[in-house]
């Protein structure tokens, strides 16, 4: 391990049980989203990376968001940047979206999956996270309401994620991909599109 992913994982322990969360102290999260769910909203961000959507949804739109992702590091971002207001409502947690439902007793209320890796190489298609197992980890997690958000610029994937939703789950679903758009925009949508993320600083990702 690196001076640097050190230097990260102890900043990381500052926020241990307020906003940050791994499977070991769980319980606590979910005492906390217990009451502060009741009148709200609760969306998840898969594969959250930074959390530069939980940030806006919640700011925007008052919305309890969760953001999951398998390397906590990237936490650290996003954890910085949380105020008096949003640290009520933002939670990041270590784990993987496989088997989430069995981890959280609660529902969501809408799932965003922001530009995922498409690991295009076909031995790898499980580990997709619109894979039939995770996408039915997804749907088991969520409120029989829910709406599903998914971007990406990958157009095998983007095909590839809407089979898979065709035949496994009954997801409402707000697409935009690299050819087409489907259904219109909601507020939550227009979030989405314009939040500035890693991934676009990093690829200048431009969606048409």
């Not at 609660?106 to 295009?120: I, M």
């Not at 994620?161 to 507020?187: N, Q």
Request: net charge positive; charged share 25%; glycine share 6%.
């Amino acid at each position: 391990m690196t001076r640097e992913k050190t230097k990260k994982i102890n900043k990381l322990s500052l926020y241990y049980g307020k906003n940050y969360f791994d499977s070991n102290n769980i319980k606590e999260l979910i005492e906390i989203i217990g009451w502060r769910s009741k009148d709200r909203e609760l969306v998840l961000e898969a594969g959250c990376g930074r959390g530069e959507i939980s940030l806006a949804l919640s700011r925007f739109t008052g919305l309890i968001c969760m953001g999951v992702d398998i390397r906590p590091v990237r936490f650290l971002w996003g954890l910085k940047r949380l105020n008096e207001e949003t640290s009520q409502r933002i939670f990041f947690i270590h784990t993987s979206i496989f088997g989430l439902s069995l981890k959280l007793p609660f529902k969501f209320d809408r799932v965003f999956l922001p530009f995922p890796d498409p690991y295009p190489r076909r031995k790898h298609s499980k580990k997709r996270l619109t894979s039939p197992y995770g996408l039915l980890n997804l749907w088991k997690a969520s409120s029989p309401s829910n709406t599903f958000y998914l971007i990406t610029d990958n157009y095998h994937n983007y095909r590839f994620t809407l089979e898979v939703l065709k035949e496994t789950c009954s997801f409402s679903l707000h697409s935009h991909g690299p050819t087409s758009t489907i259904t219109p925009f909601d507020e939550y949508h227009f979030i989405l599109m314009n939040t500035p993320t890693k991934y676009r600083e990093k690829y200048a990702c431009l969606l048409y």
